[in-house]
């Protein structure tokens, strides 16, 4: 009886293990919400993210309307817009050839950590090809932590912005502009509060995709359209048309 006795027992330890195992809260991580891309994923929000909330999500593409930090200005930085103004982080930038538009990031951290910095860089895939090269990188900066003579590095949220960008006509269709923010210490392992430029490890600066243990990654779609002809460019082509037809009916 006695032996019957520690069998059951055991079965219910081993099936309350297995059950709290089971129904278990699935980790959350951020990661990039781009199509057809590249993995960006971080698990960790205490140290920086972009805007005022980190959006957590259980795997990639995963729908969440919490992506925010990430604007936009086609009148020179008069007016700054953002994606997620509606509540949907789905929502399209629409732009044409032949505009100028510049992106501005709201980037919030925290004073305290191992890391004598903190980076931010974002991409724009130009050509549509899937993939966020060096050339695409719109911009990159680097935020250092206070070191006791610079009041701006002691700050906790900063709006950073890119010079303008003219869409010229390589490319037409939709793409996504991919925003990423993280500190040294997860980029490159450099600790510790000293910097030495002279360490080539502060020369790796943050890649668009891979795993990395602190900050976010925030994706964004843009259709750019191309130049609608004017009006007055169809009525003088379509006149112009008619004059070569009626000419060559003459000399038929």
């Not at 010079?163 to 991919?178: A, Q, S, V």
């Not at 359209?225 to 004059?243: E, I, K, R």
Request: hydrophobic share 35%; net charge negative; charged share 20%.
């Amino acid at each position: 009886m006695k032996k019957l006795t520690t069998i059951v027992i055991s079965v219910v330890l081993i099936s309350a293990i297995y059950a709290s195992q089971s129904f278990a809260t699935p980790a959350k991580y951020e990661f990039g919400d781009a199509i057809g891309y590249g993995e960006a994923k971080h698990d960790n929000q205490t140290w920086q993210h972009l805007g005022s909330a980190w959006s957590d999500e259980i795997s990639q593409r995963t729908v969440d309307t919490k992506d925010d930090g990430v604007f936009w200005s086609t009148d020179g930085g008069a007016n700054w817009n953002a994606w997620n103004n509606s509540g949907n982080d789905d929502v399209v930038l629409n732009l044409k050839q032949g505009d100028t538009v510049q992106f501005g990031f709201t980037f919030t951290r925290i004073l305290t950590g191992n890391h004598p910095y903190d980076d931010l860089s974002a991409w724009i895939d130009w050509d549509g090809d899937g993939i966020w090269s060096d050339a695409e990188k719109i911009i990159d900066e680097r935020w250092f932590k206070y070191t006791g003579t610079s009041t701006e590095n002691a700050q906790t949220q900063k709006f950073f912005t890119t010079g303008d960008i003219l869409l010229n006509d390589t490319f037409t269709g939709t793409t996504w502009l991919r925003a990423r923010v993280s500190c040294s210490e997860s980029i490159n392992g450099v600790k510790g509060m000293t910097y030495d430029p002279s360490d080539p490890r502060h020369a790796i600066h943050l890649s668009a995709t891979g795993s990395l243990w602190q900050g976010e990654t925030e994706d964004y779609q843009i259709n750019v359209a191309p130049v609608p002809v004017p009006g007055a460019a169809w009525l003088l082509g379509s006149g112009l048309l008619g004059l070569l037809g009626v000419r060559r009916k003459n000399k038929s």
